[in-house]
């Protein structure tokens, strides 16, 4: 089994195969030590028109004909469409050059951007121009109202934005992806030094993580969005059973790349994964045997695998914990090679920025089935991660699809001594909240404040009524790490000795959680919902980013999306 075919992208994108090169250097984790400013440039062609805002300099302007911005070295940039007031699009550290992958937390949403950046100006001249009435909309005009709507996770949230440009509709994807492809062909999208902590041999530990983020089976058309964590069912059944996410940690040793004792890539998804939850539950001991599910030596049969039926469209994946390798094992860099991104130049010992952030396909066989991947990579020199975003179609002999997957993984260097070989995203401090409904002109806003026990949420909470309107209310509220621990953010309840902090996976998952009146022990969950996170990591301490989650109602559509970002 390939341990590092990590998985996620868009299906839509045709993309070249980028090399693995670079140049020797120094430490390439150092940034330059100077203060004059430097330039990047954004990149779906040339954009001129978008608004920039660095943090700490405090530099901003909107970028020229050439897509050029002023920052400097150390800076966490913010670009917006409209002006400061307008559409976020999101937050990066700096790096020479900027493209809707840098920005957003998932290909679809890098994607949604190419396709709106595109739809404003003719892109096949080699520029975009954004114009005026866009790029500057009047105060209070139903422009910016549109812009401020947009969530690019969610792109019927530019429904009305839409209307505003006078299209019919968007530039498709496939269109979108080829253009973007056609840019960015040859740009060298950071710089050639060598990261010699990446180099095998160097006796680094790296983090990977991997959050699945779909999955689809056969050639049925249902792409099922999965869901990582349940805190709609007992506590108990996550005794044995932890979330869905796959982490382990890998040690550049001398002759090879050791994966570490402690880690399991075993999940199970969909009927499997309730069925083990029930069988846990009842006390027994749940296997596969022959590509069937079974339970044995179950105390009881008080439940069964349909009480954790979940909303139509989603599945829940849990991991199993009695697959975990009790022991180190060592793979010949030889081997690790072939994984291609991080692996390649790891064995050629010459990773770099420029060459960890690629578009590429490749192809290959696993136990018999073939395996053919569309990924897009990138490393941020001031956070140190190094992002793969693939997806994954699994064919057999015949060339029928059985499976199709999309994920993303991330690697950063750990000290396997501290904090359980873990780096954190610590929430100490204050957080301000921004939340639209689809439909609706009005914007949510609040400042979670977070502190040593607990939260104080203070500010104007955005509400439906019945018949659909939307209103704002007054909040002030002040709730425990625990009581948020039972709702959406449920990482402040398994990252022990870690109050106030969840880990870069953790914020990319999803959860279904109670939002019953009164939770009864003992009685499943009569109203859960579900909430799917996405965050970009920014800044040296990761905590720059933004942090979105989406609400989804009965049949899956989204409903509430809200932007989280914390306040310098």
Request: include cysteine.
């Amino acid at each position: 089994m390939n341990k590092f075919a990590v998985l996620g992208s868009s299906a839509l994108v045709t993309l070249a195969l980028s090399a693995c090169g670079g140049s020797s250097s120094d430490n390439g984790n150092e940034l330059p030590p100077t203060t004059d400013p430097v330039n990047g440039t954004f990149i779906d062609a040339a954009v001129e028109g978008l608004f920039y805002k660095a943090s700490p300099s405090g530099l901003s302007g909107y970028t020229n004909a050439e897509g050029t911005f002023e920052v400097e070295p150390g800076d966490v940039v913010s670009f917006y469409l409209g002006g400061e007031n307008g559409m976020f699009i999101g937050n990066s550290s700096y790096r020479s050059v900027v493209s809707p992958f840098e920005v957003t937390a998932d290909t679809g949403s890098a994607m949604n951007l190419a396709r709106i950046l595109q739809s404003l100006d003719d892109a096949s001249t080699g520029s975009i121009v954004i114009p005026d009435d866009i790029a500057k909309p009047a105060a209070d005009s139903n422009t910016l109202i549109a812009l401020k709507q947009v969530k690019l996770n969610n792109l019927n949230s530019a429904d009305a934005l839409l209307e505003e440009v006078e299209a019919s509709e968007w530039v498709s994807e496939e269109e979108a992806a080829e253009h973007l492809n056609e840019s960015l062909d040859g740009i060298e999208r950071g710089d050639s030094d060598v990261i010699d902590a990446f180099s095998k041999g160097s006796g680094e530990y790296l983090r990977l993580s991997e959050v699945v983020m779909n999955g689809q089976y056969g050639n049925n058309s249902t792409l099922y969005q999965n869901v990582h964590m349940d805190r709609t069912i007992p506590d108990e059944a996550f005794k044995n059973a932890s979330f869905g996410i796959s982490s382990e940690v890998l040690h550049l040793a001398s002759n090879a790349l050791v994966i570490k004792a402690g880690t399991s890539d075993q999940r199970y998804s969909s009927q499997w994964a309730k069925e083990f939850i029930a069988c846990e539950l009842n006390g027994g001991e749940f296997t596969v045997n022959n590509n069937t599910p079974e339970c044995f030596n179950a105390d009881s049969n008080t439940y069964s695998a349909e009480d954790f039926a979940i909303e139509p469209g989603f599945q829940l994946v849990v991991k199993d914990p009695s697959q975990i390798n009790t022991e180190d094992e060592a793979i010949d860099y030889a081997e690790v090679a072939s994984f291609g991104g991080l692996f390649a130049c790891m064995n050629e010992q010459n990773c770099s920025q420029a060459n960890l952030t690629a578009l590429g396909q490749s192809e290959f066989e696993d136990d018999g089935e073939l395996k053919q991947q569309t990924y897009s990579t990138s490393y941020d020199n001031a956070t140190g991660i190094y992002t793969d975003q693939t997806i994954e179609v699994t064919l057999d002999g015949a060339g029928n699809q059985l499976r199709k997957s999309a994920s993303t993984s991330y690697s950063y260097l750990v000290n396997p001594n501290v904090d359980n070989g873990e780096r954190y995203i610590d929430f100490s401090g204050t957080w301000l909240a921004e939340t639209n409904i689809a439909g609706c002109s009005l914007t949510g806003q609040l400042s979670y404040q977070f502190g040593a026990s607990d939260i104080r949420v203070v500010g104007k909470e955005l509400h439906t009524q019945q018949g659909g309107d939307c209103i704002l209310e007054d909040m002030d509220e002040t709730v425990s790490y625990a009581d948020l621990a039972n709702m959406a953010f449920w990482w402040f309840g398994v990252n022990a000795g870690q109050t106030s902090k969840a880990t870069l996976a953790q914020l990319n998952s999803s959860v279904r959680w109670c939002d019953d009146d009164e939770v009864i022990e003992g009685q499943l969950c009569q109203s859960p919902k579900i909430e799917q996170w996405s965050y970009v990591a920014a800044g040296k301490n990761w905590d720059q980013g933004v942090l979105t989650s989406t609400a989804f109602v009965q049949g899956g559509q989204p409903s509430f999306i809200t932007t989280y970002t914390k306040s310098l």
